[in-house]
Every structure is written in structure tokens, then in C-alpha cells.
């Protein structure tokens, strides 16, 4: 197994445009997670779903952030519109009851 | 808040020594987990603890829990350079989803 992807791997934008963020979690995994790692905040939770379906967003920081999972290997995670503020590693995540699998992030510079 | 608080923050040492990380929690947990992120990449797993377990070891890592204290330790024996990283510890109340800690940084020199 490739383990979690993520793409891209970096990401920079002008304020104020849509970022889209994609996740393909590993086969089988019944979780997924969306994380943000910022120095000033650590690791926060932004969303996670269980067999595809939303479960708490409630770590989304606004409503700018969307995201989803239309079927069970792709989950995308969208900044409409960004801001410097939003600069951060997004980290995507899968686990079933054998353990979590962290993706390798995508750094976004929101300029 | 259930999030775990690592300490220290940052730890130096000399290949070869010992490193123990600590890490705190306010509420009752089901699991506490340790994991490893090297710069610019992903969390890695290291090793779960159950809150009936007060002990687990794996390799050069030892973890021990004690629930009555809310504290967990991660303990590196025989650093290598390669060791050098962060540690998270990440805790699992009800809803078993972890909440992470900001970490310690270990820096082993050679």
C-alpha cells in the first residue's frame, strides 16, 4: 500500500483564490481525518468522516473551509477564498482499528 | 480540554543517552498514543497505550501511563542521530479521536 496521498505536496496562492486540497486514504480505512499544523496553534482537527459521511467539523475555523468525501478513497478540503491567515501543513489521515496513517501534507503560503 | 501538553518543549542530547518526553492530559482518556514527525514530513506512529496498560515497550521506546497522575512518558534509549525529530502524544477520550499536544523537539547530536 502507497499509504496516504496527498497532493499537492505545496501549494502557493495570491489571496483570495480557492485552494483545493486532495486526500486518497488508504484502502479499507473506515476514518479519515483532515489536520492542520500551524507553529503558533500545533496539530488542530479541522474535520473527520466515518464510511464517507461527516462526523464533526466542528474544528472547521470558518466557513470559507469546505470539504468533502464522495466516495471512499478521495476526500478534498476547500479554502474559498484564502488568506494569508491560512498558511499552514494540512495533513490528511486514514485509520481503521489497527491505527491512524498520516499522510506527508501539503504546506500551503497563502501570499 | 483532553489535549495532551508535551515537556519539555525542546530537549538537546549527545548520541548514545537517554531521551524521556512527557506528556499531560487534563481529562480521563481510552488510549494515548506517541508519534514521530520529521521535519517536512507526516505524523508516524509509534506505539498506543491503553488506559488499562501502565507499561509498553517497542524497540528502544519505552511508554508507561499513569491514569490517577494523567501523565504518560515516552522514554528513547540509546539515541541515535536518525532519532532527531518531534514527539506528539495525542489522547483518545470517548469518541477515540486523537487530540494532539505541541509536541517536544529532540535534537541528538552526533
Known amino acids: 500500500d502507497a499509504g496516504v496521498i496527498q497532493s499537492p505536496r505545496h501549494e502557493v496562492t495570491e489571496m483570495g483564490q480557492e485552494v483545493t486540497l486532495r486526500c486518497k486514504p488508504i484502502?479499507?480505512?473506515?476514518?479519515l481525518f483532515w489536520y492542520r499544523q500551524t507553529m503558533m496553534r500545533g496539530l488542530e482537527l479541522l474535520i473527520y468522516?466515518?464510511?464517507?459521511?461527516?462526523?464533526?467539523d466542528s474544528g472547521m475555523p470558518e466557513d470559507r473551509f469546505s470539504a468533502k468525501m464522495p466516495n471512499a478513497s478521495f476526500s478534498t478540503l476547500k479554502i474559498q477564498p484564502s488568506e494569508p491567515r491560512d498558511s499552514a501543513v494540512y495533513f490528511c489521515?486514514?485509520?481503521?482499528?489497527?491505527?491512524?496513517?498520516f499522510g506527508s501534507g501539503t504546506r500551503l503560503t497563502v501570499v | 480540554s483532553q489535549q495532551g501538553e508535551e515537556d519539555p518543549q525542546a530537549l538537546s542530547i549527545q548520541e548514545g543517552e537517554n531521551a524521556t518526553m512527557n506528556c499531560s492530559y487534563k481529562t480521563s482518556i481510552n488510549n494515548l498514543q506517541w508519534y514521530r514527525q520529521n521535519s517536512g514530513r507526516g505524523l508516524v506512529h509509534l506505539i498506543l497505550?491503553?488506559?488499562?496498560?501502565r507499561e509498553k515497550h517497542s524497540g528502544r521506546l519505552r511508554v508507561t501511563l499513569d491514569t490517577s497522575k494523567k501523565s504518560s512518558s515516552l522514554l528513547i534509549t540509546a539515541s541515535r542521530a536518525a532519532d532527531t525529530a518531534s514527539y506528539f502524544c495525542a489522547t483518545e477520550g470517548g469518541s477515540y479521536i486523537p487530540t494532539f499536544g505541541r509536541g517536544t523537539s529532540l535534537i541528538v547530536h552526533p
Open positions: 497505550i491503553r488506559s488499562n496498560e
Open positions: 468522516f466515518n464510511n464517507n459521511v461527516p462526523i464533526d
Open positions: 489521515a486514514s485509520s481503521d482499528s489497527d491505527g491512524y496513517t
Open positions: 484502502s479499507g480505512h473506515d476514518y
